[in-house]
């Protein structure tokens, strides 16, 4: 680069391969770039586009650029900026869309745009009840999906049953076909009548005004000349249609995508549209990208076997990576007594990279079913290790979690007496769990999920501390509290389907077995094929370490019943090598047991610890793990602080607790006796 902030063309195009280069010089006419994960499909477009301005071929302010997330989409006009380009228009297509439709909807509908409603829920309750379908909160949310599904596929009442059945879609939370299109049309008018709109009418009406309105279409088509879409292989034909209303018969479309990561067609999206292009724009220009530039040949080489398994299912289109960048680490294949032992045993890798110089912010921990992060997040919250969710909730602001830590706490007057454990399994059989998961898919499936999760959590804690239900409430709102801080620089938690298009050096793929992946729900061979591509995406996002683990228990002390996902036949370890590995146990018996063996001097400190916050804890009449938590303790032992300072660095004690509790705990550990007295006296 020379010294001016932006580079010339000819340095432009010296940073991309030559394949790349033949994306960023192809200007004008259709294109499409065929390419696998990690190829630069993304960073070429983002140069073609900068080539085009600085060539003098694209006006800025005539290029709309369309990406998946509105986070990719900013990636890329700050791309596009330190490139010396700004101006260019990089949004999904709903903000696209929305854009438009905000400017054009008073000269071509008259007053304001009605407001968005951004969840369905009501409005599906209410059309749900008009129908006299008695269904619960959870129906309503599959039902609503489904509504979404028919929108995006533009799929009308009318033709909603023929369809539905043609796309072999499931009976939505079991109402048949003709009750579904009955719900579509009511839906409609209870939309009408509140005089909203949902997040698919944007796109709907704007095709619509694009369709009825030549003036206005003439005046998109005359800002936007030059279109650009990323990600091109889970486009929806919603999206589809809005775009070639956009083109109005023009060709000046680019787009990029890999068929092996799509992984949305459940809702609706299909890569139909990206290997039908070169058919749909006869003389079209096809440029495949095979080099990967983000990943390790460890990496690559996991990723391009994945896919080779998928036998008939692989698509022709699919391509084999040839890594570039140089050799790395060894993919790590682990297994684990129980999802406990996973999630700690991760925590324990993470903070072992972190040691070893990979930023928190580079990390990543990615998995199939949100439910999934719940116990992922307490390990890292146990490990003080800050974590980002993304693309969903975090475990304790989920709906039902919270209902249950309600019930759970009213629970706690009234069952006292009642073994913790079957307490829980009572309270939340009254919430709808169940010992086995649901049949159902979707929102029925997340919401068991989760409180299974409360379950599991209930009987570890028992095991471990043999609390009553107080007990447990009490950890559960730690926990909550702990867990809702805001982090600044996290390891990421994401679902595989929020991974799209993103990368981190060190990548986590948890629960890599049969059931959860494939997801247990996932029937039929297209459903199978799907959940192969999201391991894909997942094995890519990876430049450098990767780690593939399972659990063969659900629960500590279950029955180890869980196999590797068949994606990796051929792939995992045998499990006598993976068993030679030391297994990750939890951190606490751990610590406790090495603790016991080296320094019984420390040992014999945690007992005084311990005997300490029994009197803090009977003072202030909450649960001991509450003060400090038995790993702390035994952190606090084998450190012995002197100051505050020693004392405030270690895991689990905050600036509350240094301050509520530092001066006696080094008091403690200094041999002193410590008298707790009750609080006010
Ligand atoms: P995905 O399929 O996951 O969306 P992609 O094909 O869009 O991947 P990019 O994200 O554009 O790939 O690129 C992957 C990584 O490789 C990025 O970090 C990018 O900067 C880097 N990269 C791509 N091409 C080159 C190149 N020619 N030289 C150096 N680095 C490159
Ligand atoms: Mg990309």
């Given amino acids: 680069?020379?010294?001016?902030?932006?580079?010339?063309?000819?340095?432009?195009?010296?940073?991309?391969?030559?394949?790349?280069?033949?994306?960023?010089?192809?200007?004008?006419?259709?294109?499409?770039?065929?390419?696998?994960?990690?190829?630069?499909?993304?960073?070429?477009?983002?140069?073609?586009?900068?080539?085009?301005?600085?060539?003098?071929?694209?006006?800025p302010t005539t290029v709309l650029a369309v990406t998946f997330t509105a986070r990719a989409a900013g990636e890329m006009r700050s791309r596009l900026r330190d490139l010396g380009v700004g101006g260019v228009q990089a949004r999904t297509f709903h903000a696209a869309a929305l854009r438009q439709l905000s400017y054009f909807w008073p000269a071509a509908i008259g007053g304001g745009?009605?407001?968005?409603?951004?969840?369905?829920?009501?409005?599906?309750?209410?059309?749900?009840?008009?129908?006299?379908?008695?269904?619960?909160?959870?129906?309503?949310?599959?039902?609503?999906?489904?509504?979404?599904?028919?929108?995006v596929s533009l799929v009308t009442a009318e033709d909603y049953v023929a369809r539905a059945v043609a796309a072999g879609r499931e009976e939505a939370a079991g109402q048949d076909r003709a009750t579904v299109s009955r719900l579509l049309e009511i839906y409609e008018d209870v939309k009408t009548e509140r005089g909203?709109?949902?997040?698919?009418?944007?796109?709907?009406?704007?095709?619509?005004?694009?369709?009825?309105?030549?003036?206005?279409?003439?005046?998109?088509?005359?800002?936007?000349?030059h279109?650009?879409?990323?990600?091109?292989?889970?486009?929806?034909?919603?999206?589809?249609?809005?775009?070639?209303?956009?083109?109005?018969?023009?060709?000046?479309?680019?787009?990029?995508?890999?068929?092996?990561?799509?992984?949305?067609?459940?809702?609706?999206?299909?890569?139909?549209?990206?290997?039908?292009?070169?058919?749909?724009?006869?003389?079209?220009?096809?440029?495949?990208?095979?080099?990967?530039?983000?990943?390790?040949?460890?990496?690559?080489?996991?990723?391009?076997?994945?896919?080779?398994?998928?036998?008939r299912h692989r698509s022709s289109a699919a391509v084999r990576l040839v890594a570039q960048r140089p050799s790395g680490p060894a993919v790590r294949f682990e297994a684990f007594d129980d999802d406990v032992a996973e999630a700690a045993g991760v925590a324990a890798r993470i903070a072992a990279l972190e040691k070893s110089g990979v930023p928190r912010n580079e990390i990543a921990v990615l998995y199939r079913t949100n439910g999934q992060a719940e116990a992922i997040e307490q390990a890292l919250a146990q490990a003080d290790i800050g974590y980002l969710v993304r693309g969903g909730e975090r475990f304790f602001s989920r709906r039902e979690v919270r209902e249950a830590v309600v019930l759970l706490r009213g629970a706690a007057r009234t069952m006292a007496d009642h073994p913790m454990p079957d307490a829980v399994r009572d309270v939340?059989?009254?919430?709808?769990?169940?010992?086995?998961?649901?049949?159902?898919?979707?929102?029925?499936?997340?919401?068991?999920?989760?409180?299974?999760?409360?379950?599991?959590?209930?009987?570890?804690?028992?095991?471990?501390?043999?609390?009553?239900?107080?007990?447990?409430?009490?950890?559960?709102?730690?926990?909550?509290?702990?867990?809702?801080?805001?982090?600044?620089?996290?390891?990421?938690?994401?679902?595989?389907?929020?991974?799209?298009?993103?990368?981190?050096?060190?990548?986590?793929l948890v629960g890599v077995s049969e059931g959860l992946l494939p997801i247990s729900l996932a029937e039929g061979e297209d459903a199978?094929?799907?959940?192969?591509?999201?391991?894909?995406?997942?094995?890519?996002?990876?430049?450098?370490?990767l780690m593939l683990s399972y659990a063969r228990a659900r629960t500590v002390g279950g029955r180890a019943s869980r196999k590797p996902s068949r994606f990796l036949d051929g792939l995992w370890p045998e499990e006598g090598a993976a068993r030679r590995r030391p297994a990750a146990r939890a951190p606490r018996r751990d610590r406790l047991a090495e603790l016991t063996e080296t320094d019984p001097e420390g040992a014999a400190l945690v007992e005084r610890l311990r005997a300490w916050r029994g009197q803090v804890a009977t003072a202030i009449g909450k649960p001991p793990y509450t003060v400090l938590h038995d790993t702390t303790l035994a952190a606090i032992a084998e450190a012995k602080p002197k100051d505050l300072r020693q004392l405030g660095i270690l895991r689990g004690v905050g600036a509350a607790k240094l301050e509520a509790y530092g001066p006696a705990v080094l008091a403690v550990v200094r041999g002193e006796d410590v008298v707790v007295e009750p609080p006010g006296a």
């Fill in 227 to 311: 279109f650009v879409v990323d990600e091109y292989q889970d486009v929806s034909p919603l999206q589809q249609r809005l775009l070639d209303l956009w083109l109005g018969g023009r060709k000046e479309l680019c787009v990029v995508g890999d068929v092996s990561q799509t992984i949305y067609s459940f809702t609706g999206a299909t890569p139909h549209f990206l290997t039908d292009f070169p058919r749909r724009f006869p003389g079209a220009e096809v440029v495949r990208l095979v080099r990967d530039y983000r990943s390790t040949p460890q990496v690559v080489s996991l990723a391009n076997s994945v896919l080779e398994r998928a036998g």
């Fill in 196 to 225: 909203v709109i949902d997040f698919e009418d944007v796109l709907l009406l704007m095709v619509g005004i694009l369709e009825e309105r030549e003036d206005v279409a003439a005046e998109v088509r005359r800002q936007y000349r």
């Fill in 1 to 59: 680069m020379t010294s001016s902030t932006t580079p010339s063309s000819e340095e432009l195009l010296a940073a991309l391969d030559d394949d790349q280069r033949a994306v960023a010089q192809t200007l004008t006419g259709p294109l499409c770039v065929l390419a696998g994960a990690g190829t630069g499909k993304t960073r070429a477009i983002t140069y073609r586009i900068a080539h085009g301005v600085h060539a003098g071929v694209y006006s």
């Fill in 528 to 545: 199978v094929a799907e959940e192969r591509r999201l391991l894909y995406v997942g094995v890519t996002r990876a430049r450098e370490h």
């Fill in 428 to 508: 939340l059989a009254g919430m709808g769990w169940a010992p086995e998961p649901p049949a159902a898919r979707g929102a029925v499936r997340e919401r068991w999920e989760s409180l299974q999760a409360l379950v599991a959590l209930a009987d570890e804690i028992a095991a471990a501390r043999g609390a009553d239900l107080a007990g447990l409430v009490a950890e559960l709102e730690e926990r909550a509290g702990a867990q809702h801080a805001p982090t600044v620089s996290g390891v990421t938690l994401a679902s595989l389907h929020a991974a799209k298009g993103l990368e981190w050096d060190a990548v986590f």
């Fill in 113 to 151: 745009l009605p407001r968005i409603q951004e969840h369905k829920a009501p409005l599906v309750a209410e059309a749900s009840s008009r129908l006299g379908l008695g269904v619960d909160r959870v129906s309503i949310r599959d039902l609503a999906a489904e509504i979404e599904w028919a929108k």
